[in-house]
């Protein structure tokens, strides 16, 4: 490789880490007034051009998200917790969704319960709950669900809570879950941290959305 094109392959590197992982102002005082560290996704390919900040805990990592569309992982305990979310971000392109459907979108019919039933049913997880969000006065939604079957076959369950916001042609997704050994053991869990997770997803600001 050419030294300019590691250089620059470096310096692209460099903006990643410090993309995913600045922490900025406290925005969202969480549980005992524990502060927070925003994601700001400026200049992260994985955002195509689309700017989110969102605050967690302090207390949790935030690191490069290994698959496509997702651009950051944010995990409690400096990453040794069991609680996590994961940040992506898709196109409407990339949903296969056709022309003008975006715009068509409204509030209501974005969270319809319907949709919202899908949503776990095409990931192969038991609907628990799920309704419209608030989110930065988009069309937006929330479904918490419960998979199937464990990835790894074991016993660990993994309860999660997406909540999705459509803005323009991007389609910005959270998905925070708490995992346990056992269903009953995990969704207890995840009961304990849903205002936790709510708290997040409404700290999400789209400095695009007021310029």
């Given amino acids: 490789i050419g030294r300019s094109r590691l250089v620059a392959r470096c310096a692209t590197l460099a903006t990643l880490i410090l993309v995913t992982a600045l922490p900025v102002s406290a925005q969202t005082k969480f549980f005992g007034g524990e502060g ?4 700001d996704t400026t200049g992260h390919p994985k955002a195509k051009g689309l700017k989110i900040r969102i605050d967690f805990p302090a207390s949790w990592s935030i690191a490069e998200a290994k698959r496509p569309n997702t651009v950051a992982i944010a995990t409690s305990e400096q990453g040794n917790g069991l609680q996590n979310c994961v940040v992506g971000v898709h196109t409407t392109d990339q949903l296969g969704w056709p022309p003008g459907r975006a715009r068509s979108e409204t509030k209501a019919s974005f969270a319809a319960p319907a949709r919202l039933r899908a949503m776990a049913e095409e990931s192969d997880s038991d609907f628990l709950e799920g309704g419209p969000a608030a989110i930065e006065d988009l069309p937006s939604r929330w479904v918490s669900s419960v998979a199937r079957v464990s990835r790894d076959g074991s016993n660990n369950v993994f309860p999660q809570v997406t909540y999705q916001v459509l803005f323009k ?6 998905v925070c879950g708490s ?3 056992g269903r009953a053991a995990a969704l207890a869990s995840f009961r304990n941290h849903e205002v936790l997770f709510r708290l997040i997803a409404n ?4 400095p695009q959305r007021w310029p």
């Fill in 203 to 206: 700290s999400i600001v789209l």
């Fill in 36 to 39: 927070s560290k925003t994601l």
């Fill in 169 to 174: 042609n991007w389609l910005i997704s959270v």
């Fill in 179 to 181: 995992g346990a050994t």
